[in-house]
């Protein structure tokens, strides 16, 4: 087979697996929970902070440096989402976990307050014509604080980790920052001349499914967390949509999904790490909200273009 053979067919499998994201979620979260024995097995040995190291390269190499020079007329309102965000999240996270009975998934569902913007929601928002740049940039310096504060900021909230805060900190430094940097450091220099893509986009398509099975075989179901994440989710919702106030519609779709949506993958590697990898088991629930969440505003900003050209 050519190069441009192969090129051609790693471009469809990843067009393939980009389609069907939603359902392969679904899947997958079932059969973590269905058949957890594998799953768990590869947990106890460290998998999912492995797992989340992958998955963050692959964002990392979705952007470059000079991707940043489209940020810099929504660098103001990126500072006040990122403040707000910082400061508010961590608290609706805090409510939400008075609602979950069990103490390892009440601080899993606090982590989910100290985590990033959604990898999957930067994808979605240019799906939904909002501004891609606004939301990488979102992503970036989101996944930045975390590293440097959650630790802190968990501590703040009562939840006492197994690990010290420098403990944490080296573990997201090692398994969010240097994937981040280097995933970005190879999209910038591009030795490959982008022949790469196609498979980087099937590894982190595919590691966030990984992923996903992993937490959710971690899952012992209790309505009691999906009531919890989804109050949580809500209110992320809520925030961004105040956050996006005045804007013009491609930025408020950059504003309002990055912060609506919460990386379940880096979550479950904080309390995977910080609590033990019973605190990860919400986070399975949690991912198949957000994803879903996404979806829907994808297919309801689609409508509202049919129905505005109409």
């Known amino acids: 087979m050519t190069v441009s053979g192969r090129q051609a067919r790693l471009a469809a499998l990843a067009g393939f ?70 400061v508010t999240l961590p608290v609706l996270a805090w409510l939400a976990s008075r609602l979950v009975s069990g103490p390892a998934q009440r601080v899993g569902v606090l982590a989910a307050g100290v985590a990033p913007v959604e990898v999957a929601s930067v994808a979605l928002t240019g799906l939904a014509g909002g501004e891609v740049a606004t939301a990488a940039g ?37 398994v969010v920052a240097l994937p981040m940097v280097a995933g970005c450091a190879l999209r910038t220099v591009d030795p490959f001349r982008g022949r790469e893509r196609p498979l980087v986009q099937i590894l982190g398509i595919t590691s966030l499914l990984v992923l996903l099975w992993e937490v959710a075989s971690e899952l012992r179901p209790h309505g009691d967390q ?20 005045g804007l013009p ?43 879903v969440f996404g979806a829907i505003a994808v297919q309801a900003s689609k409508r509202g273009w049919r129905t505005g050209g109409e």
């Open 249 to 291: 519609p491609p930025r408020r779709t950059a504003v309002i999904l990055p912060t609506a949506m919460r990386d379940f993958a880096v979550a479950a590697g904080i309390a995977a790490s910080a609590f033990g990898i019973a605190a990860a088991a919400p986070m399975g629930i949690y991912g198949v909200m957000v994803l």
């Open 17 to 86: 697996l980009d389609r069907f994201l939603l359902p392969l979620v679904l899947i997958t979260a079932v059969l973590g929970v269905a058949l957890p024995g594998p799953g768990r097995r590869l947990d106890a040995n460290g998998a999912i902070l492995i797992t989340l190291a992958v998955l963050v390269f692959c964002t990392g190499a979705s952007v470059t440096l000079a991707d940043f020079r489209g940020m810099r007329g929504a660098a103001r309102r990126m500072v006040l989402v990122l403040a707000a965000t910082t």
């Open 138 to 174: 979102l992503l970036i310096a989101s996944t930045l604080l975390t590293v440097l504060l959650a630790g802190p900021i968990l501590a703040l909230l009562g939840a006492h980790a197994a690990t010290s805060q420098l403990g944490l900190l080296l573990t997201l430094a090692l």
């Open 226 to 245: 999906a009531v919890a994440l989804l109050a949580y989710l809500a209110g992320c919702t809520a925030l961004g949509w105040l956050l996006a106030l």
